[in-house]
């Protein structure tokens, strides 16, 4: 089974859109595949594609500091020690579980043992169904922090539905950014998409991700999402592409039809086939095949 996972540095430039009409496209020509939705800030992918909901699970990846009160003294020296300020009071420490790392301090120096850390649930993995396509997608609990841990979470449970249900390929839909919930998308995978736009913004993110996804030593490929923005922007784009060896895989115009679409809960590659973008899309999914061999 191969991995692709699918980027961007720079979020809005309409990489689950993206993820989601590949993910149709491979699925009408026979291509068996899961979808895993790393974006666990804002999951939205079984949104774009109209996905069913089937089931869904709490999961633990943060540890916080927890309290004794039989125990603890009132000594107070875990709020001294707590260099995050999550620890606070005057008479008896109370933990504020938001701004908790679970770094552990509070508990090694707490001279009762009263203080310890343990996993807390701070989010849920939904598993979703978009027609043949099985979807396993992260949702991280508001204010809550480790979305990188989550997001392996989300990734080795993908592989698991994968694995039963014989997909040729896992498609994941990454986070934008470059931090840690990118890493953790990145990992295993065979190839990366990275999807920009011809901004100056965009172009500077893209040399980002860029850059992470090279000290990994994972190929990648670019799409030029509207290239039509600012000519411009985009032939800077491409000749950046060109001197740094970033193959460009596809190009997809602006196209009203696309965001006309989304605004009714439906693909544009399924309301309008033969729409710019559509066509667009189509050419790109025949390069995503080829990554496939």
């Known amino acids: 089974m191969k991995e692709i996972v699918i980027l961007s540095g ?58 004794d009160y039989e125990k603890c003294s009132r000594c107070m020296r875990c709020v001294k020690a707590c260099a995050f300020d999550s620890i606070i009071g005057d008479n008896e420490p109370i933990i504020i579980s938001y701004s908790c790392e679970g770094c552990g301090v509070c508990a090694l120096v707490c001279p009762e043992e009263a203080v310890s850390v343990q996993p807390m649930e701070n989010g849920k993995i939904n ?16 204010g809550e922090s480790s979305s990188g841990r989550l997001v392996d979470i989300v990734k080795r449970e993908a592989r698991q539905e994968a694995s039963l249900n ?21 990992k295993g995978s065979d190839y990366a998409i990275l999807v920009s736009e011809p901004t100056p913004s965009a172009l500077s993110d893209l040399q980002r991700i860029t850059e992470v996804v090279r000290g990994f030593n994972i190929p990648a490929g670019a799409v030029l999402n509207r290239n039509d923005m600012d000519e411009k922007s ?38 309008y086939p033969d729409a710019p973008s559509s066509l667009a899309l189509r050419n790109l999914h025949k390069v995503v095949e080829g990554l496939l061999d």
């Open 10 to 67: 720079k979020g809005g430039v309409g990489k689950s859109s993206l993820t989601a009409a590949l993910a149709h496209l491979l699925t009408e020509k026979g291509t068996r595949l899961t979808l895993a939705d790393t974006d666990v800030d804002a999951p939205n992918l079984h949104i774009v594609l109209g996905a069913e909901f089937d089931r869904s699970r709490a999961v633990a990846a943060s540890d916080k500091a927890i309290i």
């Open 127 to 142: 598993f979703v169904t978009s027609g043949a396509v099985r979807v396993v997608a992260g949702e991280l609990g508001i």
């Open 166 to 186: 014989g997909s040729d390929l896992l498609l994941t839909d990454g986070p934008p950014g470059i931090g840690c919930p990118v890493i953790a998308a990145l």
């Open 234 to 271: 985009a032939r800077i784009t491409r000749d950046w592409l060109i001197r740094n060896e970033v193959p460009l895989l596809g190009e997809i115009p602006y196209d009203p039809c696309l965001p006309q679409a989304l605004a009714r809960g439906a693909l544009a590659v399924n309301m």
